[in-house]
């Protein structure tokens, strides 16, 4: 919960962020962006897919020979070792999305709870997103990317076990 902010309807406005470990939050007024985006969105993220087409791989790619998702995606990342580091820009924020990128994405609390929403387990890393963005959208869930400044250290690693776990992803969701 972030300090002193307070829900529109009275009650407490408790926030779960769930973010990769290799990110710099660069954003001195992230609490402020993530309750703003959580009034418009039931779940956010700072990048993502305003359409899913069947066997997309990943929320920027639209097949398994990488095709990028040029004109459907949405936000902005920012990549390096330290904070503030090279800016990747997607697309217009505060869009809509089917997907977003897992290495940050926010609900409220109350949102998970009244909806039974949970991230399935066998998605230990890879498709973890994927699938909690479909479950989420199954359940009638709004998803959206917000302005929010963030640095991801890392890159996407795509080997045997990334498509292990696509083929346990397509299973579950038959497409």
């Given at each position: 919960m972030y300090p002193g902010s307070v829900d529109p309807r009275g009650k407490?406005?408790?926030v779960l962020v769930f973010v990769h470990d290799d990110v710099w939050l660069d954003d001195?007024?992230?609490?402020e962006h993530l309750i703003a985006g959580l009034r418009h969105f039931d779940v956010i993220g700072v990048a993502g897919s305003v359409v899913r087409q069947p066997g997309q791989p990943a929320w920027?790619?639209?097949d398994l020979e990488f095709k990028v998702n040029r004109d459907g995606m949405s936000g902005m990342i920012s990549h390096g070792d330290g904070p503030c580091g090279v800016i990747g820009?997607?697309?217009p924020w505060r869009q809509p999305c089917e997907l977003l990128d897992g290495v940050l994405i926010a609900v409220r609390?109350?949102?998970?709870?009244?909806?039974g929403l949970r991230f399935d387990s066998r998605f230990a890393f890879h498709f973890y997103d994927m699938d909690f963005c479909r479950t989420?959208?199954?359940l009638g869930l709004r998803l959206g990317t917000w302005p929010m400044a963030i640095t991801h250290q890392s890159t996407s690693g795509y080997g045997q076990e990334w498509l292990h776990c696509f083929s346990d992803y397509l299973a579950k969701w038959g497409d």
């Open positions: 407490d406005d408790e001195s007024q992230i609490g920027c790619y639209l820009f997607y697309g609390r109350e949102t998970l709870l009244a909806n989420a959208r199954m």
